[in-house]
């Protein structure tokens, strides 16, 4: 699932579950649950081209603007909305080491959680955008509806 997503959900979390002790463990564990659903990816061939880089730097941007919001409206809680935002979409940082800096090489001997992690995103494409859209306007609807 995109940064996007990960930070929206998380941040969500932090608006239900108020205790940082629960949330950013729970935010964090959202971050699998929600690779295990089908859905949007890069429509890129490998890690390494500009085009990757480009889909990355959007997302990652829309994802920094929200949390960026967050922090500047100052929502009852904000501080823990951007903690559990950065904590829901942090697992994917494993990635800029096994893919990028590692060129994705060699995964027979990646750690069995890396292995995991990318065996739980079975069903994923740049074809399933509509279904990442969705999940974005539900949980950002009511991401704006606790916030508010
Ligand atoms: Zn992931």
Redesign the pocket.
């Known amino acids: 699932?995109t940064a996007t997503n990960?930070v929206v959900f998380g941040a969500l979390v932090a608006t239900v579950v108020q205790n940082p002790v629960i949330a950013i463990p729970v935010a964090l564990a959202s971050?699998?649950a929600l690779?295990a659903l089908p859905h949007f990816d890069y429509p890129v061939k490998g890690h390494h081209s500009l085009r990757f880089f480009i889909w990355l730097a959007i997302d990652c941007g829309i994802a920094a603007s929200i949390l960026a919001s967050i922090l500047l409206l100052q929502p009852a809680n904000a501080g823990l909305m951007i903690a559990c935002g950065i904590a829901a979409a942090s697992?994917?940082l494993m990635?800029l080491y096994y893919t990028i800096y590692k060129h994705g090489e060699d995964k027979d001997n990646w750690p069995l959680f890396v292995k995991w992690?990318a065996a739980v995103?079975r069903h994923t494409g740049p074809k399933l955008w509509p279904l990442e859209l969705s999940w974005l306007a539900a949980m950002g609807g009511l991401l704006l509806v606790r916030a508010a």
Do not use: A, E
Request: no cysteine.
């Open positions: 699932m990960h971050h699998y690779d697992p994917d990635w992690h995103q």
